[in-house]
């Protein structure tokens, strides 16, 4: 029995649709995504060497103590004793920009899921797909869309890293005790209020891990950007692959081992209780961070809540 589905012959035909009649949006987000890379690029690239390590040691002392600040200072001088500080500065700038719209879309994105169960049924498949599909493969549409070149090295990031954000982020809101959500119902603090002050810093260690995941998956994908001209470390890990230069491959290994060790290190720091500290303050300067009409929620802790919540049952009860 002669049986074949033209599934790619569909893909392909809806990929030259897009380029037809969106390459206006994709010329827009090419040079935006380049516009970004240069610029943070420039910051990490124009300084010395030393001055940078200075600055990102300092910055890793704050967030988790001394022995993390040296350990930072050591890999990055161990990244420049090899010769791989530009590709290295290069990689981090794909990575920052890649996870910065990841975050954005995925964290929003998993709000919304987690408040809405059909947005929720929507998403989830969607997020099986991108998070199953072979990494490689996002290469292709990137290529087809931004030609070779960074653009659509993040490009095909982004899709790449997405997936875990949203689950974490829906899982993390959807994971808040309910009594306390149904303490600020009771104390009259508006939807928006509850999920600003309740439910995103109860659900921030699940939204921190999903940022985590996002930056984890941006570098993994950065070395694989590589093959479409994205340059940095996946540059020179193409280049080793092709000429069997072992040396080449493992300095530039060894780096993305190094700059993944530092970017996970920081982004777990956002749990100690100085980094907890400075998060509740922001969330409480949000807009629409003064308290509402009856709201009695304002300036309260959410174990405040809770407790409050428990003394008016109790009072209710005995009464």
């Known amino acids: 029995m002669d049986f ?22 994709f010329d827009f987000l090419k040079v935006l995504y380049q516009a970004l890379y240069d610029g943070i ?86 997020m099986d797909f991108l998070q199953t599909m072979p990494a490689f493969v996002y290469l292709i549409p990137a290529i087809a869309l931004f030609r070779i070149g960074v653009p659509p090295g993040i490009f095909a990031t982004i899709l790449f890293a997405l997936a875990p954000g949203v689950r974490l982020t829906e899982l993390g809101i959807r994971g808040v005790d309910k009594e306390v959500v149904e303490a600020g119902q009771a104390f009259g603090a508006s939807p928006s209020r ?23 998956l941006s570098l993994s994908m950065v070395v694989i950007a590589g093959l479409v001209g994205a340059g940095g470390l996946g540059g020179d890990v193409t280049k080793s692959l092709s000429a069997l230069d072992t040396s080449l491959g493992v300095e530039a290994g060894m780096a993305v081992v190094i700059l993944a060790i530092i970017l996970d290190r920081f982004t777990g720091s956002f749990g100690n209780k100085r980094i907890k500290s400075l998060m509740a303050r922001w969330f409480s300067r949000l807009p629409g961070g003064g308290a509402a009409p009856g709201d009695s929620t304002a300036g309260k802790t959410t174990d ?16």
């Open 4 to 25: 074949r589905i033209n599934f790619g012959d569909w893909i392909e035909s809806g990929l030259t649709w897009v380029e037809d009649n969106l390459d206006w949006l």
């Open 194 to 216: 509850i999920l600003r002050q309740i439910q995103l810093p109860l659900a921030m260690p699940s939204i921190m891990a999903g940022i985590n995941q996002i930056i984890m």
């Open 304 to 319: 405040q809540i809770r407790t409050e919540n428990r003394a008016v049952k109790q009072a209710g009860l005995a009464g």
């Open 41 to 126: 690029d420039w910051v990490f690239t124009t300084p010395s060497a030393v001055v940078v390590i200075v600055v990102v040691a300092l910055l890793a002392y704050l967030a988790r103590g001394w022995k993390f600040g040296l350990g930072t200072a050591l890999g990055l001088l161990f990244i420049v004793g090899v010769n791989q500080w530009d590709n290295a500065m290069n990689s981090l700038s794909l990575v920052i920009v890649s996870a910065l719209f990841a975050i954005i879309i995925s964290v929003p994105l998993g709000i919304w899921a987690a408040r809405n169960s059909t947005v929720s049924t929507i998403v989830k498949p969607i």
